[in-house]
């Protein structure tokens, strides 16, 4: 039986360089430094990177997900870049880390993790998605498309080893509960939920007994931290990540990055308080200017090798997304004319979540009586 391993993305805005674009340079050289004295101990290689003023930790190891050297080692990084945040008076300096004390698991302490634990196979083809100024649930319509909808990925109707679908784990981000839905024939249950991409929220792929990948190793995983959720006030957004493995039994990798050919509407947009259309593009253009956007994807590629992470390729870096990104500028500038108007603006069900309870306290006591 070939050794398992575990390929972890933690992630955290320690800063942004100016207001909330970008992560510093210099951040990303203390992260590798960190990483690198961790290397061949606890972790067997990383890749840094960022996506707007989001620091990505990719790290591959043999302890699983939830393992606590390796968020430790993440949240110690995070500590360290926060000092150098400190030093340059980045802004919003260390803003992620929400606890003063690292408690065995970075969850509920404010970074994101998306991590998969799988058997390797001959050849691993894996993706590692980052998105800025959006939230978890902008992940729901690309996963669903690569995974489920035969009009994105072909596989499904002509691939032997993938006509019997795939398993969904949803979780409820309010009443933190989940469920698993096979596809296809829990479709259309499915995308009652996951539509609803604010509380309902794609957590993790399975492919299906009868297929070529063991049943119980997800192929995908997406990070659900929601920070309003563990701060109780408004502290920015929980810019999500994602992993995805290609090939093979799964969709091919053109199947897993066609979906962002499509710039859909998610929210996130400016002071979290927006819908816009999120853009692919190369980790070059990750930064955040146009009204603190427009939302961004970036999609680096590895094949991984024992742990080794042979890569990256910068796949939304190719003219294939040109439309895409030309279609994402013309759709901001219609929902920009909108300004405070929704559906620009978050429905007020949303706006919940942001600074807005704190604009209505101020006229609460405006209010009169209609007669
Ligand atoms: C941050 C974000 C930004 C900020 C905005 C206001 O994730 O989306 O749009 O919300 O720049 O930031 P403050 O209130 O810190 O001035
Ligand atoms: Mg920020
Ligand atoms: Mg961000």
Known sequence: MAEKITVSIIKADVGGWPGHALVHPELKVIARNELEKAKGKDIIDYYVSNCGDDL?????????ADNEDIHRLAWDTFIAATEKAKELKLYGAGQDLLSDAFSGNVKGMGPGVAELEFTERKAEPLVAFFMDKTEPGAFNLPIYKMFADPFNTIGLVIDPSATQGYTFEVWDIKEHKRVFMDCPEEMYALLALIGAKSRYVIKRVYPREGGKLPADEPVSAISTEKLYEIAGDYVGKDDPVALVRAQSGLPALGEVLEPFAFPHLVSGWMRGSHNGPIMPVAQSNAKCTRFDGPPRVVALGFQIANGRL??????????????????????ADYMRRHGPFEPHRLPLEDMEYTTMPKVLNKLKDRFQPVE
Not at 56 to 64: D, F, P, Q, V
Not at 310 to 331: C, E, T, W
């Open 56 to 64: 990505e930790l990719i790290m591959t190891h043999r302890k699983g």
């Open 310 to 331: 042979v890569g990256p390729v910068d796949l939304f870096d190719d003219p294939g997304f040109d439309n895409a990104r030309d279609l994402a500028k013309d759709v």
